[in-house]
């Protein structure tokens, strides 16, 4: 019989992925002021598996993205050791197959929203989770973007040196996308032609469309489950 302990973390699985989310985006903060290490690679091959664990609960499904994410993690820590003529081709790489992992992690999660029952705090947890693994998605979107066609974004001097190393790269485009997703915008990163603007474009989009639907299914259950109540009106 499984231990207390897995028992517990399997039944507030999504908290402990939202809470790693947010260690994560903390990190991404302090690589954004300069600060880079191996315990930032360390805690995203946690959260990877993490994230493999919690979302994936389908054997095909979780194979396949298995797959992923051990080619994900095996590019992201190749980069200490190939030549430095080949690391802009890894990197590329690296954002694809890390882009591909996660954005089938959000549609895993969006389908599960909709399919399932929901499960109350674990459901809503869930949805969030989902949110800041797309917010991460779109972050690997734009460094693919810029990798591919550097000209399309206008980088203020200020963040541009963080653009040669590539944990200040994702910290970057980590804060970017955000802003992006939440359209709010800075200047510190700007779109001036595609793909970029068409990203940004999308990004958008989809934070617009991404909250107003998941609130708009949790309304619709909770008027649902007050309507199946015995003592609803």
Not at 87 to 98: R, Y
Not at 168 to 188: K, N, P
């Amino acid at each position: 019989m499984p231990s207390r302990t897995v028992v517990a973390l399997r039944r507030h699985q999504h908290a402990v992925l939202l809470g790693l989310l947010l260690v994560a985006l903390a990190l991404s903060t302090v690589n954004v002021r300069g600060a880079h290490g191996l315990h930032t690679d360390v805690f995203r091959t946690v959260l990877g598996l993490a994230t493999w664990f919690t979302v994936f609960n389908r054997p095909r499904e979780r194979a396949a993205m298995g797959a992923v994410l051990a080619v994900s993690v095996a590019l992201g820590w190749g980069r200490y050791f190939v030549p430095a003529g080949v690391d802009h081709a890894v990197a590329l790489a690296n954002q694809s197959a890390q882009a591909v992992f996660l954005w089938g992690a959000v549609c895993v999660i969006l389908r599960d929203l909709f399919r399932q029952p929901p499960n109350g705090a674990e459901s809503v947890l869930g949805a969030i989770c989902g949110y800041l693994i797309a917010s991460d998605a779109w972050a690997r979107i734009n460094a693919i973007a810029y990798l591919l066609v550097p000209s399309s974004y206008s980088i203020a001097p200020e963040v541009a040196a963080l653009l040669h190393d590539w944990h200040g790269r994702e910290a970057l485009f980590t804060y970017y996308a955000y802003a992006q997703v939440l359209t709010i915008g800075y200047s510190d990163v700007t779109p001036i032609r595609a793909p970029a603007t068409t990203l940004s474009l999308f990004a958008a989009l989809f934070g617009v469309f991404y909250t107003a639907v998941v609130v708009s299914q949790f309304v619709g259950l909770a008027q649902r489950g007050k309507r199946e109540s015995p003592d609803g009106e």
